[in-house]
């Protein structure tokens, strides 16, 4: 049984950072892609980043060159590293895994996590 859980969300003044951190527990990596998405209040879920087992990366437009992502196969762990923080940022962010093809459509993603609030003030 694949669980992703997420964790290192918080409250953070704007220009702040945050390091987000998602254990995987049960995956194989059979499927190349693990990404995050957020979901602000009355707004859809919507592509952050994402990763491909091979490390090549992807980004949305809105947190290219503030946001990072990495991983640690070994320690089952994806990160996302969040630098210059803005308001609009504020949102619950979740850990997808299990993608193979069109990685930055939640739909294709078969596991997620829990989320973790990240909020940011102005």
């Known amino acids: 049984q694949v669980q992703l859980v997420e964790s290192g969300g918080g409250s953070v003044q704007a220009g702040g950072s945050l390091r987000l951190s998602c254990v995987a527990s049960?995956?194989?990596?059979?499927?190349?892609?693990m990404g995050w998405f957020r979901e602000a209040p009355g707004k859809e879920r919507e592509f952050v980043s994402v990763?491909?087992?091979?490390?090549?990366?992807g980004y949305a437009d809105s947190v290219k060159g503030r946001f990072t992502i990495s991983q640690d196969i070994a320690k089952n762990t994806l990160y996302l590293q969040m630098n210059s923080l803005k308001p609009d940022d504020t949102a619950v962010y979740y850990c997808?895994?299990?993608?193979?093809?069109?990685?930055?459509?939640?739909?294709?993603?078969?596991?997620w996590g829990q989320g973790t609030q990240v909020t940011v003030a102005s």
């Open positions: 049960g995956y194989s990596y059979s499927r190349p892609c």
């Open positions: 990763i491909v087992t091979r490390g090549t990366t």
């Open positions: 997808a895994a299990g993608g193979a093809r069109l990685c930055r459509n939640a739909g294709v993603y078969n596991y």
